[in-house]
C-alpha cells in the first residue's frame, strides 16, 4: 500500500514569492492533516480536514497561509507571500477517520527554504 | 490544550546500552499517547500507542512504553540498543481533538 506522497521535496524560493505544497494521503483514508515542523521541534498542527470540510484550522495564518482540499482527497497548502521565518519543514499526514486512536500516517514533508 | 515535555533532547550512547526516554503532558480529559520515530531520511512513523489497558505497551523493533497516570508520564524504553535504532524520537497526546508533540529527542547510538 502507498503512503501519504508529498511534493515537492525541497523548495527554495525568496521571500515575497508564492509557493505551494501538494498532498496525496492514503486511499480511503478521510481524514488528513498539514503539519509545520520548525527545526528541533515536533509538529505542530495547522489544519485538519475531515474528507473537504476543514474542522479545525485555527492554527493556520489565514493572512498568507491558505489550504484546500479538493474532491476529499489531495490536498495543497499555499503560501503566499513567503517570509524568511516560514522556513521549515512541512508535513502531511492522514488517518482512516477522526478518532483519537486512529494512528496518524505521516508524508515525507517538503523542506522550505526562504531566501 | 494539552502540551508534551520530552527531556534530554540529545543522546548518545553505546550499541547494547540501555535506553530510557521521559515523556511528561499535560492534559485533564482521557488520554491517548503515542510514540512516533523518524529514522534518518525517512518519515515519522508509529513506534507504539497506548489507549487504555495494561499500562505497559509494547511497539516494534523491541520497544516499551509504561504509563504512569499518578505521573503523567509515558516514558519510552528498549533494553538493549542497536546502531539502527539512531533516530529522533517523539512523544505525542491526544486531546481536544488535536495531536501535541513534544520537542523530540535525538538519539544516536554509536557501535
Known amino acids: 500500500e502507498a503512503g501519504v506522497v508529498q511534493s515537492p521535496r525541497y523548495k527554495i524560493i525568496e521571500k515575497k514569492q508564492p509557493v505551494a505544497f501538494w498532498c496525496n494521503p492514503i486511499?480511503?483514508?478521510?481524514?488528513l492533516y498539514w503539519y509545520l515542523q520548525n527545526l528541533g521541534q515536533g509538529p505542530e498542527l495547522l489544519i485538519r480536514?475531515?474528507?473537504?470540510?476543514?474542522?479545525?484550522d485555527s492554527q493556520l495564518p489565514k493572512d498568507r497561509f491558505s489550504a484546500e482540499r479538493l474532491k476529499g482527497v489531495d490536498s495543497t497548502l499555499k503560501i503566499q507571500p513567503a517570509e524568511l521565518g516560514d522556513s521549515a519543514v512541512y508535513l502531511c499526514?492522514?488517518?482512516?477517520?477522526?478518532?483519537?486512536?486512529?494512528?496518524?500516517?505521516f508524508g515525507p514533508g517538503t523542506r522550505l527554504t526562504v531566501l | 490544550a494539552q502540551s508534551v515535555s520530552q527531556h534530554n533532547h540529545h543522546v548518545i550512547l553505546s550499541e547494547a546500552a540501555s535506553l530510557e526516554l521521559g515523556c511528561n503532558y499535560s492534559?485533564?480529559?482521557?488520554?491517548?499517547l503515542f510514540w512516533y520515530v523518524q529514522y534518518p531520511g525517512q518519515h515519522l512513523q508509529l513506534l507504539l500507542k497506548?489507549?487504555?489497558?495494561?499500562?505497559l505497551v509494547k511497539g516494534i523493533k523491541g520497544f516499551e512504553a509504561e504509563f504512569i497516570k499518578s505521573k503523567f508520564s509515558f516514558n519510552l524504553r528498549k533494553p538493549s540498543v542497536q546502531w539502527s535504532d539512531t533516530a529522533e524520537y517523539f512523544c505525542a497526546v491526544y486531546g481536544n481533538n488535536r495531536l501535541a508533540f513534544g520537542k523530540g529527542n535525538q538519539v544516536v547510538v554509536i557501535p
Open positions: 497506548y489507549f487504555s489497558g495494561d499500562p
Open positions: 480536514y475531515e474528507n473537504e470540510e476543514a474542522v479545525d
Open positions: 492534559y485533564g480529559g482521557t488520554v491517548n
Open positions: 499526514a492522514s488517518s482512516p477517520g477522526t478518532s483519537g486512536r486512529d494512528t496518524q500516517y
Open positions: 486511499s480511503g483514508h478521510n481524514t
